[in-house]
């Protein structure tokens, strides 16, 4: 819901300090902890996004979410492996940026029905508000996310190729890769050098990557899972520079969304 892992971990650890700062016997009264958890997190979610909106107007350059690497390393799984899918799905890159364009309302809306399949009456009794608003909430919300990613492994080859010709500094072969309305979006939020405008177009992003590799000599590039999708880390001096996500679309990409603010890279240390 937040597009950050700070913030999400302060959210959790808020709903916990309110459950724990009730009595005793408070506590043994309520009948489904998790749903009064649920709730709660909720609440402070939408209250997070409102003033997260605020900071993110006054934020240097664009803002993108936080990049998760695989995340076999940040949970253990032992589910249905389909829920695995829909996990990665839920994280994907393209589909938290499309969770900022909504209001509050909307994207807690959708995350709670349509990622954790909660019903519209349950959703209505935490955010405030009737079913039928939450279910329209949600039909708006869906509208924007638009159909759902092709499969990882269809993008992986992609990726590789793109990664070799990006070393190589081939500009004709990365024009080849991009798709010719392709758009490159990078954070840095100020604290290291990250073009604060969208590069649009294939041929002009090709460009700029080369001439990135240029001038950064000693680059690593390595294929990772980022956001659960096949994406890309540089890695310069021993340390992570770039974490880039890619939406690799018929075969060529379309998007890439390169966070290098540091302070969104914390768990990308020894990728």
């Not at 935490?126 to 993008?155: K, M, Y």
Request: aromatic share 6%; net charge neutral.
């Amino acid at each position: 819901m937040l597009g950050s892992v700070a913030e999400a971990e302060d959210a959790v650890q808020e709903a916990y300090a309110r459950w724990y700062a009730q009595a005793p016997g408070r506590r043994a009264a309520i009948a489904s902890p998790g749903a009064w958890l649920t709730t709660v997190l909720s609440r402070i979610c939408l209250d997070v996004l409102g003033s997260a909106r605020v900071r993110r107007e006054r934020y240097v350059g664009e803002w993108l979410p936080e990049p998760l690497p695989d995340t076999a390393e940040w949970t253990a799984w032992a589910g249905d492996p389909a829920e695995r899918i829909a996990l990665d799905e839920s994280v994907g890159m393209a589909f938290l940026v499309v969770l900022e364009s909504m209001t509050p309302a909307e994207r807690v809306v959708f995350v709670l029905h349509d990622v954790f399949r909660y019903p519209f009456p349950e959703i209505a009794a935490i955010v405030g508000r009737s079913p039928a608003a939450c279910r329209q909430l949600a039909t708006s919300a869906r509208r924007r996310v638009g159909p759902a990613p092709a499969p990882a492994a269809a993008g992986a080859v992609v990726v590789r190729d793109f990664r070799r010709a990006w070393e190589a500094q081939d500009i004709g072969a990365l024009v080849g890769l991009l798709d010719p309305s392709a758009v490159m979006v990078a954070d840095g939020g100020g604290l290291v050098s990250a073009v604060l405008r969208p590069v649009e177009g294939g041929e002009r992003i090709a460009q700029y990557l080369a001439l990135m590799a240029e001038k950064a000599p000693g680059l690593v590039l390595l294929e990772r899972t980022v956001n659960g999708r096949p994406g890309l880390v540089a890695r310069r001096d021993g340390a992570t520079a770039t974490v880039a996500a890619l939406d690799v679309v018929d075969g060529r990409i379309t998007r890439i969304w390169a966070v290098r603010n540091p302070e969104k890279l914390g768990r990308w240390a020894a990728a």
